[in-house]
């Protein structure tokens, strides 16, 4: 028996973040085609998020380096408040050294994240100053962490992984470490990237998903683990599997799988995986250029090693 999940529940939003509030709704928020602003979506269903209440929560300054390429949004609740983690830049061609993406969060203290004000942060600041985006949170053991992708000068490349504790939750403290390389073949095609993590914590593990290499169809997922009771700023703590977990389907035409987060069914009692992809293989010269990445997701199971097993993108085997 195998279940249908081909239809996209958001079109035209790449890296679709889910996260399931205590007041029964799913907060969705994603690029947006423009990249000039940051919307909130919310509904009692996943499918629900197709058509459903919507808001502008935020839109990028005039200029300076708020003002260009909005990328990435997510929406966590920490300690009480409602944050935005995102990625701008202050020009939207040049991509260098000086001109490229910075990390910022936004904060509203309202219960309700479609009321109240929404103040800006300031840029979330790391261990040196260069190409950085994809910012994520987790929580474990009372510890507030914050995970990341960016670009080292002194490593070939796009962009690693890094991982560091938080202060609060717009301020980095302590050391920083480096994740994850693009080392695999399948993470350096069109480029050498890892990005886009998110986290799960179960079966005594802390996992985190990546994506890796040119947004295209030759984007894909990969899978980092750490025992949950290790040192997780101990880069000896964490294990890289050496194949991806979730990766192009021609059997159901869905391209490039990736940027996921992850949630629950409406009952809870099954754990979803969401992506974006794309329903046909890229025909622009630059994958960023093309809107066609969609929203999408469905169920997944736990391997006996307790990792998580996403299967095929599109269908679900029962």
Partial sequence: MTENYLEPIV???????VYKHTDGYYYFTGSKPGYQEIELRRAKTLRG???CETKVVWHAHEEGPLSQLIWAPEVH??????YIYFAASDHSVIRDDTHHHRMFAI??????????????????????????????????????????AQADPNIPG??????????????????????????????KIGFKVNEAPAV???NG????????????????????WADADSDLLNGYSWNKLEK??????????????????????????????????????????????NPNRHAYYQPFTWSQEGLPEFGEPGVVKR
């Avoid at 609740?77 to 409602?82: D, H, L, P, S, V």
Wanted: aromatic content about 14%.
């Fill in 107 to 148: 904060e509203n203290a309202c219960a309700d994240p479609f009321e109240g004000e929404w103040q800006e942060k300031d840029q979330i600041k790391t261990q040196f100053e260069s190409f950085s985006l994809d910012a994520t949170v987790f929580e474990h053991k009372n510890r507030l962490y914050y995970v990341w």
């Fill in 244 to 289: 991806p977990v979730f990766s192009s389907s021609e059997n159901n035409s869905l391209y490039g799988p990736g940027h996921n987060s992850f949630t629950e069914c409406e009952d809870g009692t099954q754990e979803i995986i969401v992506y974006h992809a794309r329903p046909e293989k890229n025909d622009y010269s630059d994958p960023l250029e």
């Fill in 49 to 51: 998020l197709a058509h």
């Fill in 158 to 187: 796009n962009s690693n992984l890094y991982l560091s504790e938080m202060e609060n939750p717009w301020t980095l403290t302590g050391k920083q470490i480096l994740l994850s390389i693009p080392y695999y073949d399948w993470e």
């Fill in 77 to 82: 609740f920490i300690r009480g408040k409602w």
């Fill in 11 to 17: 079109l035209e939003r790449a890296d679709p973040w």
């Fill in 205 to 224: 593990k802390v996992i985190i998903t990546y994506s890796a290499s040119a947004t295209d169809e030759n984007y894909a997922m990969g899978l980092l």
């Fill in 200 to 202: 799960l914590i179960k």
